[in-house]
């Protein structure tokens, strides 16, 4: 990420800061885990990343957030249909966030 996101793409350094440089411009990250979805949310650790990955990119680069796909439980051995699913999962998430 620092390497993409970094100054000259995404940030211009200014006197006493940075300018970001992808105003305008949207923010759709895709992230899973091997934890349960359910435990993620109610231990809020799926609100933390957000906050800490969707929230501080977005206010650094300019980015508007337009959506977080997660899914987690997963594990080794994950069957190729449950894989099948969740792509179609993140597929339609995108078409509701993108529509053309």
């Known amino acids: 990420m620092e390497r993409v996101f970094d100054f000259g793409f995404a940030i211009r350094p200014t006197l006493g800061g940075s300018e970001p440089l992808l105003k305008g411009r949207k923010l759709y990250s895709i992230t899973f885990s091997g934890a349960p979805e359910t435990w993620l949310r109610a231990t809020h650790g799926l609100e933390a990343l957000r906050t800490i990955f969707d929230d501080h990119l977005a206010s650094v680069t300019g980015l508007q957030v337009v959506g977080h796909f997660h899914t987690g439980g997963i594990v080794p051995g994950l069957r190729e249909d449950a894989v ?17």
């Open 84 to 100: 099948q699913d969740i792509f179609e999962a993140i597929d339609r998430d995108v078409r509701m966030c993108f529509p053309r």
